[in-house]
């Protein structure tokens, strides 16, 4: 486990999701350190499956030395939050930290923000155990999980970071061996046991399906790996070029207004381009006419991945296996209308 150090003392850090699970795992360890911790959570109430509510996760952190502004906040609607963040800076005069369920968003806003306002996404490597995997996990699922404890310690670690460490995709397990974490049986619910990948992570390596199907478990992830990794056909590239263009209109070029250069690697790689600035737009292979705002680097096995919804660009780009120089912001744009392709790839 990550010691606690005392850093972050009259840091205020406002938290989606505290009342229970992963959220008020991370308020609990800051707290620990004398933080102010703001609970921005939809649960008043007691819910009749899932224990807690902002006010029971009040009187813990206020326990093990925090201070905790309980608000009912659904991360839905806008006026909840702003009213949250409010309250935050009349009782604690502002706030240092935030913890958002929304990590796409973390490349245009590191960029936005450089030098003032660090902004990072935080993944485990494995399931975690909380109340909602119990639900959808069914029995027996707690034994290939870890504690929330990694994902809170994984947290303060990047708390304690300058605000030069910034735009990071971390995964929990990375983050904490740099920290000179060995022993990670100790976060495991079954020390020992096989434990299930991350459901969002692109990674469904053989040996971990191996070893869970010999101890007489079936890993969920089994049926999923094989629809996400068919191999492409012939000339792949191409014919999802082909498709973006005839889905192209003013419309998607008014509302882009960007250039993507795609630098592929392996088979029918090569240089193409996305023109989403000239009327009606373009693609085509190797260079555009003007300079591109975002470039691209990847296989041709994954951009067709990525271009058909096999592949999530933010876990695309979390593994290493795109690249991205340029603009974030407007890379960040081309996911929606990958998202509007996904139906005809």
Not at 11 to 22: D, M
Not at 296 to 315: R, Y
């Amino acid at each position: 486990m990550l010691p606690n150090t005392g850093r972050l003392a009259g840091c205020t850090v406002f938290i989606t999701g505290a009342s229970r699970g992963i959220g008020k795992a991370i308020a609990l360890k800051a707290a620990k350190d004398g933080a102010n911790i703001v609970i921005a959570a939809k649960t008043a109430q007691p819910h009749p499956k899932l224990l807690g509510t902002i006010y029971t996760a009040a009187e813990e952190i206020e326990a093990v030395g925090g201070k905790a502004l309980p608000c009912i906040v659904d991360v839905r609607d806008e006026q909840q939050i702003s009213a949250a963040v409010e309250k935050a800076i009349k009782k604690f005069g502002a706030y240092t930290i935030a913890k958002y369920g929304m990590s796409m968003y973390v490349l245009g806003m590191a960029e936005e923000f450089k030098g003032e306002i660090a902004v990072n996404a935080l993944w485990p490597k494995t399931a975690i155990h909380t109340a909602a995997m119990d639900m959808l996990g069914g029995p027996g699922i707690e034994s290939q999980c870890r504690k929330v404890d990694i994902i809170a310690d994984a947290a303060y670690s990047i708390f304690q970071k300058p605000k030069s460490f910034t735009g990071n995709f971390v995964i929990d397990e990375n983050i904490l061996k740099e920290e000179g974490i060995e022993n990670f049986d100790v976060y495991a619910i079954k020390p020992g046991h096989p434990l299930q990948p991350d459901f969002f992570l692109d990674e469904y390596p053989e040996a971990v399906s191996k070893k869970v199907e010999s101890t007489g478990a079936v890993p969920e992830f089994k049926e999923e790996k094989l629809q996400l990794q068919p191999k492409p056909r012939s000339g792949a590239v191409e014919e999802t070029f082909r498709i973006v263009k005839d889905s192209l209109s003013d419309d998607v070029v008014k509302a882009t207004q960007a250039i993507y250069l795609f630098e592929l690697s392996g088979e029918d790689g090569g240089t193409w381009f996305l023109d989403l600035k000239s009327k009606g737009g373009n693609v085509g292979y190797g260079e555009p006419s003007d300079q591109a705002d975002v470039v691209m680097s990847m296989t041709t096995d994954d951009f067709v991945k990525m271009f058909s919804g096999k592949l999530k660009p933010t876990m695309a780009f979390m593994s290493g296996k795109l690249k991205i120089k340029g603009n974030m912001a407007l890379a960040i744009k081309l996911e929606k209308l990958m998202n509007q392709m996904n139906a005809r790839l």
